[in-house]
């Protein structure tokens, strides 16, 4: 088969990147192939949003959904919603390509493709007001009925982080004293998650061989989320043992899906990385935190932790960051080429590329410079050879959490500047591991505006909830 891709919901470049020899398979994939770190959409975007990119090539301001949501209808997000921008399956199929896909997100309910599509979201709280919507188990359509017929397993007990109340706590009693957390936190908090995780691979490979065996596709797109779920009542484990622990099934997991496709390129992909809010507000104090954090009205700080009051009623600890995990490798990818300046956007056109495929207009990103034989005739999506950066320095006039969302923003819109803030010094760290931006500067240092193609005010109209960026005019312009 030509292409597997592997996507795997908050795998964090880190993780994978500095534990290689825990991964057999993975570093494999990563020694003959092309891998790193890319910038995925986070601070007020969801996982769907990222994954509806990875299938359109648009951005979210182009396909809608925000933050989980289509944002147009408020409605869970479906394909209906995005199918005019040629999702990947359409254009595969369009070109010849049987495809199989894979619990992948927003995609309910399924479309039907040449090929097969399961779908269903393990969207947990809304399971009985949206039935065909929210399921763990396959959601398919009738001419895919076969898959759902004998599916093994049995997922639906999903497991919960512990709650205050299971160490005879409540969050109030937590909140009164914080320090308690360091006897709540321990390394294996949530290993149910753990358990979970590594069952729900399992049983997916059971199925997918099973399925595999009797309807051959040429491309196989298969998704896991659980990941996600763990990591955000796990990742105040400063060592990441349980997660590591879930990357290990995986790279089994992987291995298997290897041996049984033998694909002929093949793709491991996350959307996001993950990181302890407590993390997001390196070396500040209690006080600094609770300035910085946007959402510290429903967090409990203690010296070492920070902890969320989510919809889910565990200590919840991390939160999606910027790197995401890429790894390609195959017949039409190069070796030890650079994915430094990837982005979400680039995944549709290269992987189209690799493909011999014609890209569609108006996508919005480029093909990243891994792909041996393309179509000539995607020569617009070329990714371009000499970046010449304009260098820009952003002020800050608002507080931390609103400021990071402009420079989130900024960073989004202007994937090729060069980003420089200058900031109250009290946030200096917090600014300091911002890898959107390229140096700190502190308010009251001059400024020597020959450095700078631009100089810009983020200005935040509460009145009329505006969120503008203003250019700066200096004194001898
Ligand atoms: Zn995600």
């Known amino acids: ?106 995609t309910t309910p399924p479309v039907e493709i040449d090929g097969y599509m399961v779908s269903g979201e393990p969207l947990l709280e809304k399971v009985n007001e949206l039935p065909d919507y929210a399921s763990i188990l396959p959601v398919v359509c009738s001419k895919d009925k076969f898959i759902k017929d004998d599916f093994f397993g049995d997922l639906t007990n999903f497991p919960s982080p512990k709650t205050p109340e299971r160490f005879g706590e409540t969050w109030g009693s937590i909140e009164e004293n914080p320090e308690k957390l360091e006897e709540l ?87 996001h990385g993950q990181k302890a809010i407590v993390d997001f507000f390196p070396n500040c104090s209690i006080d600094t935190r609770k300035r910085a954090f946007g959402l510290s009205d429903n967090c409990i700080f203690s010296k070492n932790h920070i902890v969320m009051k989510g919809r889910n009623p565990g200590l919840l600890t991390g939160l999606h960051s910027l790197k995401a995990t890429a790894i390609f490798k195959g017949e039409n990818i190069k070796k030890n080429e650079s994915l430094a300046e990837m982005r979400t956007l680039d995944i549709y056109p290269t992987i189209l590329d690799i493909l011999g495929i014609e890209i569609p207009k108006e996508k919005e990103g480029y093909i990243l410079p891994i792909v041996k034989n393309g179509n000539e005739k995607n020569i617009s999506y070329k990714f ?67 450095n700078y193609d631009e100089i810009l005010i983020a200005y935040n109209d509460n009145q009329n909830k505006e969120k503008k960026i203003l250019p700066i005019k200096m004194k001898d312009e």
């Not at 869970?76 to 040629?86: A, G, I, N, R, T």
């Open 1 to 106: 088969m030509e292409l597997l891709v592997i996507g795997i919901d908050a795998v964090s470049p880190n993780l994978v990147f500095e534990n290689l020899d825990d991964y057999p398979n993975i570093r494999d994939l990563v020694s003959d192939g092309v891998s790193g770190e890319y910038n995925g959409y986070v601070y007020g975007y969801g996982s769907h949003d990222n994954w509806i990119s990875m299938y359109t090539g648009v951005s979210p301001h182009t396909h809608k959904v925000i933050k989980g949501r289509y944002s147009v209808t408020e409605e869970y997000p479906m394909p209906k919603h995005y199918e005019k921008f040629s999702p990947l399956w359409k254009i595969l199929n369009e070109n010849g390509y049987k495809v199989g896909f894979w619990k992948g997100l927003a």
């Open 185 to 271: 936190l321990i390394d294996g908090y949530f290993k149910e998650g753990l358990e979970y995780h590594k069952k729900t691979l399992e049983q997916a490979y059971i199925n997918i061989e099973r399925v595999y065996k009797k309807k051959e596709v040429d491309v196989f797109w298969f998704y896991n989320s659980v990941f996600d779920y763990v990591g955000h009542f796990q990742t105040h484990d400063k060592d990441g043992t349980l997660m590591r622990e879930c990357i290990k099934h995986v790279d089994i997991f992987i291995g298997k899906m290897k041996n049984l496709m033998k694909p002929k390129n093949i793709i491991f992909l996350s959307d």
């Open 384 to 450: 371009p050879n000499e970046i010449k950066k304009r260098i820009v320095l952003l002020l800050q006039t608002c507080e931390v959490s609103v400021f990071n969302s402009f420079i989130n923003e900024y960073s989004i819109k202007n994937r090729f500047n060069e980003i420089h803030v200058m900031i109250l010094p009290e946030y200096k760290e917090v600014f300091k591991i911002n890898k959107q931006v390229k140096k700190v500067l502190l308010l009251g240092e001059e400024i020597n505006k020959n």
